[in-house]
């Protein structure tokens, strides 16, 4: 079945160490998003991406890095000058048409916790 | 940028209806969408609006009047499993989607 695979779903890191999210999809989509959720808040872009090779910056992109190496794999890595990381991440991906923005369709996510 | 406004928190018994409302200001716009969450799960897609008027499907209908920056999602004959929080995202410029802070619907019997 198509969809789209986020792993590890529970992450646990020390202070000072980064660690990264994995995100696959087989949708064949162009455009792909990693969102931070926390309590009580909405969904916060971090990055995402149209094309291979070519990667934007979201609304918190500080302290987090992605590649775009492959169409279908946008893997996050949480760098240890992020500040408050521990948080839901959740991956996503989209058609392009034209200018608009498809329907997002979203991996399980990934929570991760800074011990 | 974008600011989209939606309220925290509604409650509703069993078989009623309830209208989540979800004013935005946008500095472009691509259509308004709705999803539901599931504690500690992924949204899901539940509607697409990208002219005025209403969409209809199923139990679940959602509005859009883009001259007023205002959409609501209309849950009918509410079921205890409608408990979940509603996200309002609006699609601006650059194949972005902002995304309101949600409404956590709870369902009583």
């Known amino acids: 079945d198509g969809g789209i695979t986020q792993s590890p779903k529970y992450l646990f890191r020390k202070e000072g160490q980064n660690v990264t999210l994995s995100c696959e999809q087989n949708l064949n989509h162009d455009a792909m998003y990693w969102y931070r959720q926390d309590p009580g808040q909405g969904l916060r872009l971090i990055y995402y991406?149209?094309?291979?090779?070519?990667?934007q910056k979201g609304d918190i992109a500080e302290g987090y890095s992605v590649s775009r190496e492959k169409k279908e794999s946008f893997p996050l890595t949480v760098t240890s000058a992020q500040k408050n990381p521990t948080a839901f991440y959740l991956c996503?991906?989209?058609?392009?048409?034209?200018?608009?923005?498809?329907?997002?369709?979203f991996g399980e996510g990934s929570r991760l916790t800074v011990l | 940028g974008q600011n989209i406004d939606q309220p925290t928190e509604m409650t509703a018994t069993e078989g009623a209806i309830v209208q989540i409302n979800c004013t935005y200001q946008?500095?472009?716009?691509?259509?308004l969408f709705w999803y539901q969450q599931h504690a500690g799960e992924a949204p899901t897609f539940l509607s697409y609006?990208?002219?005025?008027g209403l969409e209809e499907k199923g139990r679940f209908s959602s509005f859009l009047s883009r001259s007023k920056g205002y959409s609501y999602l209309l849950l009918k004959e509410l079921q205890m499993k409608d408990s979940a929080s509603y996200l309002c995202a609006v699609g601006g410029n650059d194949y972005k989607l902002s995304f309101g802070a949600g409404t956590t619907v709870t369902v009583r019997a």
């Open positions: 996503a991906s989209s058609m392009v048409r034209g200018r608009d923005t498809g329907e997002l369709f």
């Open positions: 946008t500095s472009g716009f691509n259509g």
């Open positions: 991406s149209q094309i291979v090779n070519d990667f």
């Open positions: 609006n990208v002219l005025d």
